[in-house]
């Protein structure tokens, strides 16, 4: 048996439930469920938080998960991507009030940033050797330089409308994301082999709908 963990709600759940339905595998009853069975493949479902998705595959509580690459890196933890799944895909950029003057990675020097990204954003201020002051938030980031709690942010950007409406603009990229199916370093032979047989037909789904 395979045990899967995929996020329970949120932008990801129809996508990866969906994959799995594509992939011929019979989820039935899946709304509601903190786990599920399927009827026709040796594979068990767990419905998670994301944010937890990544431990939980290193720690071998699930073989292999769905979840999104700014999650996986953020939280650093060893396992390993094992194919792109091609949805969810968003980037990390950092984000400036509209009329604020931007020079370049040198303007962010002293400066608060807002985030729910503290380990990518440090990374990539060392990797500038800029210094900054992080600000760790867990949601409604695009409003913190608008209420006096930080001066720019570094969030998830897709269309870019909500950084319009609060008046900000992107200015970096740090990260561009997709959604990444990720397995434990150490799967059994019988692991593995299942693995392998539902990687072939994630990449025929995928291959189909080139
Ligand atoms: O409850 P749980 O912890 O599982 O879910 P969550 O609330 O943490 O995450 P959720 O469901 O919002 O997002 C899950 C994943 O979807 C993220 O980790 C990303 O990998 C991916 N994803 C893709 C996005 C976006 N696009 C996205 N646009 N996640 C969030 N956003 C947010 C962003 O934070 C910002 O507030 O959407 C807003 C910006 O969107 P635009 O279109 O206005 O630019
Ligand atoms: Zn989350």
């Given at each position: 048996?395979?045990?899967?963990?995929?996020?329970?709600?949120?932008?990801?759940?129809?996508?990866?439930?969906?994959?799995?339905?594509?992939?011929?595998?019979?989820?039935?009853?899946?709304?509601?469920r903190?786990?599920?069975?399927?009827?026709?493949?040796?594979?068990?479902?767990?419905?998670?938080?994301?944010?937890?998705?990544?431990?939980?595959?290193?720690?071998?509580?699930?073989?292999?998960?769905?979840?999104?690459?700014?999650?996986?890196?953020?939280?650093?933890?060893?396992?390993?991507?094992?194919?792109?799944?091609?949805?969810?895909?968003?980037?990390?950029?950092?984000?400036?009030?509209?009329?604020?003057?931007?020079?370049?990675?040198?303007?962010?020097?002293?400066?608060?940033?807002?985030?729910?990204?503290?380990?990518?954003?440090?990374?990539?201020?060392?990797?500038?050797?800029?210094?900054?002051?992080?600000?760790?938030?867990?949601?409604?980031?695009?409003?913190?330089?608008?209420?006096?709690?930080?001066?720019?942010?570094?969030?998830?950007?897709?269309?870019?409308?909500?950084?319009?409406?609060n008046?900000?603009?992107?200015?970096e990229?740090?990260?561009?994301?997709?959604?990444?199916?990720?397995?434990?370093?150490?799967?059994?032979?019988?692991?593995?082999?299942?693995?392998?047989?539902?990687?072939f037909?994630?990449?025929?789904?995928?291959k189909?709908?080139?």
């Amino acid at each position: 048996m395979l045990r899967i963990a995929i996020q329970k709600s949120g932008r990801l759940y129809e996508d990866s439930v969906q994959l799995l339905k594509e992939c011929g595998i019979d989820l039935r009853n899946v709304k509601d469920r903190l786990r599920t069975e399927a009827d026709n493949f040796p594979l068990e479902v767990f419905f998670l938080r994301d944010d937890d998705i990544p431990q939980y595959v290193e720690d071998g509580v699930a073989d292999i998960g769905i979840v999104g690459e700014n999650v996986l890196f953020e939280k650093n933890k060893q396992a390993e991507v094992v194919e792109k799944l091609g949805f969810g895909k968003c980037r990390l950029s950092v984000a400036v009030p509209r009329g604020q003057q931007y020079e370049g990675v040198t303007s962010l020097q002293g400066k608060r940033i807002a985030t729910s990204y503290p380990f990518l954003v440090n990374t990539f201020l060392a990797k500038n050797n800029v210094q900054a002051e992080i600000h760790e938030i867990s949601g409604s980031v695009e409003i913190a330089p608008g209420i006096g709690l930080a001066d720019v942010v570094a969030d998830l950007v897709s269309s870019g409308s909500t950084l319009f409406m609060n008046g900000l603009k992107e200015v970096e990229t740090i990260l561009q994301s997709q959604s990444v199916l990720i397995k434990n370093n150490q799967l059994s032979a019988a692991q593995q082999q299942l693995l392998d047989k539902l990687l072939f037909r994630i990449r025929a789904v995928k291959k189909a709908k080139r």
